[in-house]
C-alpha cells in the first residue's frame, strides 16, 4: 500500500509539473498593429517582451508572399537564407521556444525581403517563477482517509512587474486555460485521495 501511496503522489506531481511548465505565452509576431511582413519593425516589438522558455512565436503571413527562416547568428546578420536551421512556410507557423539562454534568429528568405526589415530575432529567458502554476508544492505525508486535502483556487494572474510588457491577450487566455486546468487537476486528486 506505502508503494502505491509513493506512487501515486509521484504522478500526482509529474502531472502537475507537465502542466505548470508545458504552457507558456504565444506571441503573435508583429501583434497587435501588424504580423510578418514589410511593415513592421521587429527589433521594437521584440524590445517589448521578455521571451521566456516554453513560449511560442506564431508566425502569420501570406503564403504567396512570405516565409519564416530560423538561420544562424551570422546568417542574420547578412540576411542570407542559403542555409537555414529550419524552413517555415504554412502562413501560421507555429514555432516553440522550450530552452533558455540562447538567441533564436528568423528571417524571411524572399529575396530583398530580409534587408528590408523582415528579420527578428528573439533573446529567451528561463521560465518565470511567478504565475498561477510557477510554484509547485512539495508532496506532503498522505492524510488518514477520514481527511479531505483543500482544493485552492486559482489566484488572479498578477501584472508584469519592473515595467515588463504585458503579454499580448492571446497569453491572458493561456494562463486562464492554466489556471482551469489546474484547478481541474487539484480536483481530480482531491477527489482520488479521498478514496485513498
Known amino acids: 500500500m506505502a508503494a502505491a501511496r ?3 503522489v509521484a504522478a500526482v506531481v ?20 501588424g504580423s510578418w511582413d514589410l511593415r513592421t519593425n521587429y527589433t521594437r516589438w521584440a524590445s517589448g517582451i521578455n521571451f521566456r522558455a516554453g513560449d511560442q512565436l ?8 512570405h516565409n519564416v527562416l530560423e538561420v544562424s547568428n551570422v546568417d542574420y546578420d547578412s540576411c542570407s537564407g542559403s542555409s ?4 517555415f512556410n504554412t502562413g501560421n507557423d507555429v514555432v516553440p521556444l522550450p530552452a533558455a539562454g540562447v538567441t533564436r534568429y528568423f528571417i524571411c528568405g524572399v529575396p530583398g525581403h530580409c534587408d528590408a526589415g523582415m528579420k527578428l530575432a528573439v533573446r529567451v529567458e528561463a521560465a518565470a517563477a511567478t504565475g498561477p502554476n510557477a510554484a509547485l508544492p512539495s508532496p506532503a505525508p498522505m492524510a488518514p482517509r477520514a481527511a479531505h486535502p483543500p482544493v ?4 488572479a494572474r498578477a501584472p508584469a512587474a519592473g515595467g515588463q ?3 499580448p491577450a492571446s497569453s491572458a487566455a493561456q ?7 489546474g484547478l481541474g487537476l487539484g480536483v481530480v486528486v482531491a477527489g482520488l485521495m479521498a478514496f485513498y
Open 6 to 8: 509513493a506512487l501515486f
Open 14 to 33: 509529474s502531472m502537475a509539473a507537465v502542466v505548470g511548465t508545458a504552457h507558456g505565452a504565444s506571441y503573435t509576431v508583429g501583434a497587435p498593429s
Open 58 to 65: 506564431v508566425f502569420k503571413y501570406s503564403r504567396a508572399a
Open 84 to 87: 537555414p536551421l529550419a524552413t
Open 152 to 155: 485552492a483556487t486559482p489566484g
Open 165 to 167: 510588457a504585458v503579454p
Open 175 to 181: 494562463a486562464g486555460v492554466e489556471s482551469l486546468v
